[in-house]
């Protein structure tokens, strides 16, 4: 079974809905991300958490928010969707104290926004 | 603000040849330096990390080197195979309160022709 996964795969939604996003790791990690790819652009950073209780804004975090759950588990949300949200979106883990904060990545979530 | 790129984008090698990938960062301070696998689909896998301290990684085929005052890091895959076929991702982690934070660059997509 895969360490990190994300749910859904493919979504396509419209203008405006809100959507969320799930992680859930098996990993024992304690650090969790949320990036996006866009064609031309590489990957972003757009939230990050060092444990449940400890959650920050990344590089892009306007139009998004973020519940993290569990330690296991990390949701993103866009509130009301829009089409600049398409992208590929990528969930990642790390552990503070080992492998120097080596990340290991979800399978990604494509999403559309019409 | 660090920049990371990756020359060239694209790049196509019979099989069996040995090539390496570049990465080329703007501010040596680093803590550390990962590589990694995109293939469409199946999200990023890791390859290698070289620490700040280090000057090369090996894993089976792939070796990484890290030139950090000159702001540079190779992918080297000797013996080259249909299955490398790829999109290879370079990510610098600062070094800092910011070592969590990765920066990517956008990526050296690799076709091993049979």
């Known amino acids: 079974d895969a360490d990190v996964t994300q749910t859904p795969r493919n979504r396509i939604t419209k203008t405006g809905k809100r959507i969320m996003l799930e992680c859930s790791q098996t990993k024992g990690h304690d650090r969790m991300y949320w990036y996006r790819q866009d064609p031309g652009l590489g990957l972003r950073l757009i939230y990050y958490?060092?444990?449940?209780?400890?959650?920050n804004k990344g590089e892009i975090s306007d139009g998004y928010s973020v519940s993290r759950q569990a330690q296991a588990k990390f949701s993103l949300s866009l509130e009301s969707a829009i089409p600049n949200q398409t992208a590929l979106y990528f969930c990642?883990?790390?552990?503070?104290?080992?492998?120097?904060?080596?990340?290991?990545f979800g399978p990604g979530t494509r999403l559309t926004v019409l | 603000k660090q920049e990371v790129t990756q020359i060239p984008a694209a790049l196509s090698v019979p099989e069996g040849e040995n090539l390496v990938l570049n990465c080329s960062f703007t501010?040596?301070?680093?803590?550390?330096l990962q590589w990694f696998r995109q293939d469409p689909g199946k999200g990023l896998t890791s390859l290698l990390l070289?620490?700040?301290?280090?000057r090369e990684q090996t894993s089976g085929r792939l070796n990484a080197s890290l030139d950090k005052s000159s702001g540079r890091s190779t992918l080297y895959i000797a013996a080259s195979q249909p299955g490398d076929s790829a999109t290879y991702l370079c990510a610098v982690a600062r070094s800092g309160a910011g070592s969590y934070q990765l920066t990517f660059g956008k990526g050296t997509k690799l076709s091993v022709i049979p």
């Open positions: 958490s060092f444990d449940v209780k400890d959650i």
């Open positions: 501010d040596s301070a680093i803590y550390n």
């Open positions: 070289i620490q700040s301290s280090q």
């Open positions: 990642a883990t790390s552990d503070h104290g080992n492998s120097y904060n080596e990340q290991f």
